[in-house]
């Protein structure tokens, strides 16, 4: 429990625009229903496909100066949005690992619970993503 709350704080944090109602859809998921391999499986297909992807293409890119942004001319990564990606990147392994683990051991509510947060945290990477511009240059 400690964790899902420290991630909803990361993720009020992060976004600023969870509301009590989101927190809500969290709490009676996760007391509800059961997560399979399949779901996991899911999850790490499209996260691997529309973060780590186009997040390895972005770190690639040279730092952006000061002032300036990635255009298709001038292709660059700002550092403070490549750092925040990179520690919801760590958050969201965590999360895979945490879901894993609880559908290995037959905990259905912790691994409800575990994905849920992760699903959370990769939405808040693809937001993350979506902001970095990458989609301008076909990643």
């Given at each position: 429990?400690?964790?899902?709350?420290?991630?909803?704080i990361?993720?009020?944090?992060?976004?600023?625009?969870?509301?009590?109602e989101?927190?809500g859809t969290?709490?009676?998921?996760a007391?509800n229903?059961?997560?399979?391999?399949?779901?996991?499986?899911?999850?790490r297909?499209?996260?691997?496909?529309?973060?780590?992807?186009?997040?390895?293409?972005?770190?690639?890119?040279?730092?952006?100066?000061?002032?300036?942004?990635?255009?298709?001319?001038?292709?660059?990564?700002?550092?403070?949005?490549?750092?925040?990606?990179?520690?919801?990147?760590?958050?969201?392994?965590k999360?895979?690992?945490?879901?894993?683990?609880s559908i290995?051991?037959?905990d259905?509510?912790?691994?409800?619970?575990?994905?849920?947060?992760?699903?959370g945290?990769?939405?808040?990477?693809?937001?993350?993503?979506?902001?970095?511009?990458?989609?301008?240059?076909?990643?």
């Amino acid at each position: 429990m400690k964790k899902i709350i420290a991630i909803v704080i990361v993720a009020f944090a992060l976004t600023g625009c969870a509301t009590m109602e989101k927190v809500g859809t969290v709490i009676s998921a996760a007391q509800n229903f059961q997560i399979t391999q399949g779901q996991v499986d899911s999850a790490r297909n499209s996260y691997d496909g529309f973060v780590l992807g186009p997040l390895h293409k972005y770190a690639l890119l040279p730092r952006c100066k000061t002032g300036q942004t990635l255009t298709i001319n001038n292709p660059c990564h700002d550092r403070k949005l490549l750092k925040q990606i990179r520690t919801v990147d760590i958050q969201v392994a965590k999360a895979f690992l945490d879901t894993q683990n609880s559908i290995t051991s037959g905990d259905s509510k912790g691994a409800v619970a575990a994905y849920t947060t992760l699903k959370g945290l990769i939405d808040i990477a693809k937001s993350l993503i979506a902001q970095t511009g990458m989609t301008v240059l076909g990643a």
